[in-house]
C-alpha cells in the first residue's frame, strides 16, 4: 500500500477532481486545479535541484500557496518543513540551520527578515515568494515570484515512486527552548494523525483508497482555525482533504472572520486550539449575528478546552458535538473527549485513551491501570523515529519496555473509576508547593471557570517556606473589575486550598504561541518584570 501524503491526496483529486478542495478568503480551488498548481511548483522545485530527501521551508500564514508548497514537497519525496512566521532574526538563523533548508517558499511581507537570514544559512539556494499584496523587495536575494514559477512547468504528474517510508518533519513551536524537527514516516503520522485510524474505536482504515472512495457519497467542509505552522492545522487540512472534503481557511487567526466563513460557506466541522481561541469565538459570536447552523463538530486539538468554555460552546451550538483530541507533535493522536448538548460536562479534563496509549511511572514501568493512579502519558505503536539530527534529545522521550517502543513526551494523567483519563499536564511546568505536586492546567480552568476570567497562565515561583508557590497571571474579561477576593473565594470552590494561587498578577492579553499554545516562559517573564496585583493567598 502507498500510504503516503502525496499518493493518498493524489487518490483523492481522482476520485473527486472538479469539488472544490481548498477556500481562502475570495480564492477558491478545486481538486484537479489544487493538485495542478502543486504539480507545476515541484517541477519548478525539481528544476532548481530538489530531490527527495530535500527539506523546502514554508513560511507563510494560511494560504492555498502554503498548502501547495508542502503538497509539491511530498510529491518530490522531499519534506516541507513549517517556519513559525512570528520568529525574529536569532530564531529563524537557528531554524534554516538546523533544518538544513535548501529552498524556500514565503511571502513578500517576509521579504526583509529573509535577506538579512540568508548570509547566515549557507545550505539555503532557491527562494520562491508568494505576492501576499506587501512590497517587500526580493529581486536582491534572488527571489523568484510564486506565480511566474508555475507558469512556464507542467501540471502533469509524472513523478518518481513514492514509499511509506518517506519522511515528514514537523517542528515545535519552541516555547521552552529552540525549536525542534520531529521526524516522522508517512505511514505513521497517517496512522497517528491523519485519519488512517479511526480515533474513537481504534481500527485501523484497511487501504491507501479507502477514504478517498468514503469521499464520493458525501463530505464535511471543514475550517482549522489554527495557523499551518502547527501540527493541528495541517493535519486538519490534510486528514479532510485524504476524504475529498473541502478546507476554508482564514489567513490570520480573527474570531469574526471565522464565523463570517463558517457562515458563508456552511463550515460543519471546526478546528481549534483549546481556549485560547475558543474564548474569542464565544465572544464574537455572542457580538455579532452568525448562523452557526451548519456546525455538527467543534474539536480542540494539542491543548484542552477548560470545562466553563465547554459548556458555552454546547450554548451556543447546541447541535454540534465538542470534542478535545490530545496530542503532541511526539506523540499524534493519544486520546479523545467528547460532550453534547444533555451530556455531563462537570468533570475535569478527561479523556478516553487510544488504544495504544498507556501511563508510566517516572521510572519507565508501567502504571497499573487503577482509579487514582498518575503517570507520564506514553504512546506505542506508531510513533515518530525521533528528533531531526539530535539523537540526545531523542533518547529522552523514548523509553523501551519489553522491546516495545513508547514515545513519552512529558505530561501526566490519572487514570479515573469510569476508565477515563484526567489530564493534569506537562510535568515541567509541574509545580511543587512543600511536597505537593500542583498541575498548572486544573488550576487554569478553575480560574478561567469565573466569569470575570478571560485567559489565565498558572506558574510556581520560588517560596523560601514551601521551595514553590503557586502563582498566575490572568487577563479579565473586557470591561470587569478586578476583585481578587470573589476569585480567591471562587477558585477555593473549585480545586484545593493548596492548588489556589497565592499570587496573582493581571495582564492586559496573556502571551501565547500563534495556534494558542500556552507560552509559560513568557508567564514567568512577565512576573518577574511586574509588581502583583496581589501577593496574598488567593
Known amino acids: ?5 502525496a499518493d493518498l491526496l493524489e487518490h483523492a483529486v481522482d476520485a473527486v477532481p472538479e469539488r472544490v478542495a481548498v477556500v481562502c478568503g475570495d480564492r477558491q480551488v478545486t481538486f484537479a486545479e489544487l493538485e495542478a498548481r502543486a504539480n507545476r511548483l515541484a517541477h519548478h522545485l525539481a528544476a532548481h535541484g530538489v530531490g527527495r530527501g530535500s527539506h523546502i521551508g514554508v513560511y507563510s500564514r494560511n494560504s492555498i500557496e502554503a498548502l501547495e508548497a508542502m503538497i509539491a514537497a511530498y510529491k518530490l519525496r522531499a519534506i516541507a518543513v513549517n517556519v513559525n512566521y512570528r520568529y525574529v ?58 506565480e511566474a514559477a508555475l507558469a512556464d512547468q507542467s501540471p502533469e504528474r509524472d513523478f518518481d515512486e513514492r514509499s511509506n517510508d518517506d519522511l515528514y518533519i514537523l517542528y515545535t513551536g519552541g516555547t521552552t527552548g529552540y525549536p525542534k524537527g520531529v521526524l516522522w514516516r508517512h505511514e505513521d503520522i ?29 463530505s464535511l467542509t471543514r475550517l482549522p482555525a489554527a495557523p499551518l505552522i502547527h501540527g493541528a492545522a495541517q493535519w486538519a487540512a490534510f486528514g479532510a482533504l485524504f476524504t475529498g472534503s473541502p478546507v476554508v481557511f482564514v489567513p490570520r487567526f480573527d474570531a469574526h472572520e471565522i464565523w463570517k466563513a463558517v457562515q458563508e ?45 465547554k459548556q458555552e460552546f454546547v450554548e451556543l451550538v447546541p447541535n454540534a458535538v465538542i470534542t478535545d483530541a490530545i ?27 487510544g488504544k495504544d496509549a498507556i501511563l508510566l511511572d517516572d521510572d519507565g514501568h508501567l502504571v497499573d491501570q487503577k482509579p487514582g493512579a498518575i503517570g507520564l502519558i506514553g504512546r506505542r505503536g506508531h510513533v515518530p523515529l525521533g528528533y531531526y539530527g539530535d539523537p540526545e534529545k531523542s533518547k529522552k522521550i523514548f523509553v523501551d519496555i519489553d522491546g516495545v517502543r513508547y514515545v513519552v513526551p512529558g505530561d501526566y494523567a490519572r487514570y479515573e473509576e469510569d476508565g477515563t483519563v484526567t489530564l493534569l499536564g506537562r510535568g515541567s511546568q509541574c509545580v511543587n508547593t512543600g511536597g505537593e505536586k500542583v498541575y498548572p492546567e486544573e488550576v487554569e480552568g478553575a480560574l478561567k471557570s469565573h466569569p470575570d476570567v478571560f485567559d489565565a497562565l498558572v ?37 484545593a486550598g493548596y492548588k489556589v494561587p497565592r499570587t496573582v498578577w493581571l495582564a492586559e492579553e496573556i502571551g501565547r504561541s500563534p495556534s494558542g499554545k500556552p507560552d509559560y516562559p513568557w508567564a514567568q517573564r512577565y512576573a518577574a518584570d511586574h509588581e502583583p496585583a496581589t501577593a496574598q493567598p488567593v
Open 265 to 309: 460557506h456552511k463550515v460543519q466541522v471546526l478546528t481549534i486550539v483549546g481556549d485560547a481561541m475558543a474564548r474569542p469565538l464565544i465572544e464574537a459570536f455572542r457580538e455579532g449575528d452568525y448562523d452557526a447552523s451548519s456546525v455538527v463538530a467543534v474539536s480542540s486539538h494539542a491543548a484542552l478546552f477548560s470545562q466553563s468554555v
Open 459 to 495: 506558574i510556581g515561583v520560588p517560596d523560601e517556606r514551601l521551595g514553590q508557590r503557586v502563582a498566575a497571571v490572568v487577563q479579565l474579561r473586557e470591561g470587569a473589575e478586578p476583585d481578587l477576593a470573589a476569585l480567591e473565594e471562587h477558585v477555593r470552590g473549585e480545586i
Open 89 to 146: 532574526h536569532g530564531e529563524l538563523v537557528y531554524l534554516f540551520n538546523d533544518a538544513d533548508l535548501v529552498a524556500l517558499v514565503h511571502e513578500r511581507g517576509y521579504a526583509d527578515k529573509v535577506r538579512a537570514v540568508l548570509p547566515e544559512a549557507p545550505k539555503l539556494k532557491h527562494v520562491v515568494v508568494v505576492d501576499d499584496g506587501s512590497d517587500g523587495d526580493f529581486a536582491s536575494y534572488g527571489g523568484v515570484d510564486y
Open 190 to 218: 497517517w496512522r497517528a494523525l491523519g485519519g488512517g485510524i479511526n480515533f474513537v474505536t481504534g481500527e485501523y482504515v484497511p487501504d491507501e483508497w479507502t477514504l478517498a472512495e468514503q469521499g464520493k457519497s458525501g
Open 327 to 353: 496530542g503532541s507533535s511526539e506523540s499524534g493522536f493519544t486520546g479523545i473527549g467528547m460532550v453534547a448538548k444533555g451530556s455531563d460536562h462537570s468533570a475535569g479534563p478527561r479523556v478516553n485513551f
Open 1 to 5: 500500500m502507498a500510504l503516503n501524503i
